[in-house]
């Protein structure tokens, strides 16, 4: 059965170190998303991404934040200047057009320290 | 702005017995999708609810949509501990993201 797969599955970060989050979307998908899951709480929208161009972020989503589809495959998650409160659980999901079930990848965990 | 809000936040239920978790959402929509996340683990599709009255029963659970209340239900029967987890309802107004309500963590005793 296809997956969204992510990578790696836990990173430890400096604070102000640059992290690039990895995915790899099911490949029929047609819309990509970032979400994130700060320990206990909600899941928060942070982007979504469609034809090769972002169609909505959240305020989350300010410029230390980037996408990227550098070859049809993978889609990046880029925080240029990590900060303690970006710890968190960040779930990359796709789906094949709005209106059908995303679905989620298992998650990377982003430990800033 | 889309608020989602569910209800119980928390709950503990004894194995065998019927409870419902409540999922409100603030904006017109008919789209809305449940999900069961287990401790540390990814979220996992349950049910996809795409027109008002639209019911869904997988197992012990069963959900509902109600769009004109802008309510949906997610009924457990007969708990059994393996369905012990998080809880999340997300709701689609067609701006193509899924906006996810609080979450229920459920907790089935034996």
């Known amino acids: 059965e296809p997956e969204v797969t992510q990578t790696p599955s836990h990173q430890v970060t400096q604070m102000g170190q640059e992290v690039i989050l990895r995915c790899v979307p099911i490949s029929n998908h047609l819309y990509f998303y970032w979400y994130r899951q700060i320990l206990g709480q909600k899941v928060e929208f942070l982007v979504s991404f469609y034809n090769n161009e972002i169609s909505e972020k959240s305020e989350i989503f300010d410029d230390q934040f980037s996408v990227e589809r550098p070859d049809g495959s993978n889609f990046t998650l880029k925080i240029r200047s990590t900060k303690l409160e970006d710890s968190a659980m960040y779930f990359c999901a796709s789906r094949y057009r709005a209106g059908t079930e995303a679905f989620f990848g298992q998650g990377t965990r982003l430990t800033v320290v | 702005e889309l608020k989602v809000e569910q209800n119980p936040l928390f709950l503990s239920m004894q194995e065998g017995k019927n409870y419902t978790i409540y999922c409100n959402y603030s904006?017109?929509?008919?789209?809305l999708y449940w999900y069961r996340q287990d401790p540390g683990k990814s979220l996992e599709s349950l049910f996809v609810l795409l027109s008002n009255g639209a019911v869904k029963q997988e197992g012990r659970l069963m959900a509902s949509l109600d769009t004109k209340a802008r309510l949906s239900t997610l009924h457990i029967t007969a708990a059994v501990h393996d369905l012990s987890a998080t809880y999340f309802c997300?709701?689609?107004?067609?701006?193509?993201?899924?906006?996810f309500g609080t979450g229920t963590r459920l907790t089935i005793i034996p």
């Open positions: 904006t017109t929509s008919d789209r």
């Open positions: 997300a709701v689609d107004i067609g701006n193509e993201k899924l906006t």
